[in-house]
């Protein structure tokens, strides 16, 4: 079943099975890569291989214990596009983002692995392409900021492909892949628009990136 399936909200399972894990982050459009090797997520990933391959991918909150911590309120749906298996027994996974959901409710289940009754109604926009766009946006401060973020962390990017990819792709990329605190993460999540979570990227890059050097070209058409 190819992603493009889900067209509609209507199209989307109701009840997901939800993978807890701080810090990691699924955007719609996104591909998250994943090394399961724990017995219960082995058995998860096994189940919905068989099924529509749709995992829920959510952070935590305060409060629940080590073992059942209690479930962030906003998670984002994703499907299962690439899979392997190693010679230890651990699965290599893939999730390509579908759609964000808010947790209605946790179900009681006899699953090792926890699931929870998603609605997906607030943000039906993420199946749509115009969810995905990105209105009048200052592109040279976000640049900017990127470039004194990178510079003050000691990290690098393929500036030649950042110049070259789509703006909306790279917010998405960089959402995902850069090492925000949980909090960070999950407030890029939540923003309602793909516009607003570009000028949210902005601001956490400013404010790390406040005292690093500013040398050098600041575009990203």
Known sequence: MPAAVFRKVSDLPQ???????????????????????????????????????????????SGGDRTRPNLAGVGCAGRVTSFSETSDGRYLVTLTGICRFLLKEELSVATPYRQVRAAFDAFADDLSDEGAEIAAFDRRRFAGALKRYLNRRELDI?????????????VTSLAMGLPFDPPEKQALLEAPTMTERCEALTALLEIDGLGADDDGPQSIQ
């Open 15 to 61: 009840v997901i099975p939800v993978f807890p894990l701080d810090g990691a982050l699924l955007l719609p459009g996104g591909d998250l890569p994943l090394q399961i090797f724990e017995p219960r997520y082995l058995n998860m990933i096994d189940d919905v291989m068989a099924g529509d391959r749709m995992i829920g991918m959510v952070q935590t909150r």
């Open 158 to 170: 393929d500036w030649e492909t950042a110049e070259s990819a789509p703006l909306e792709s790279l």
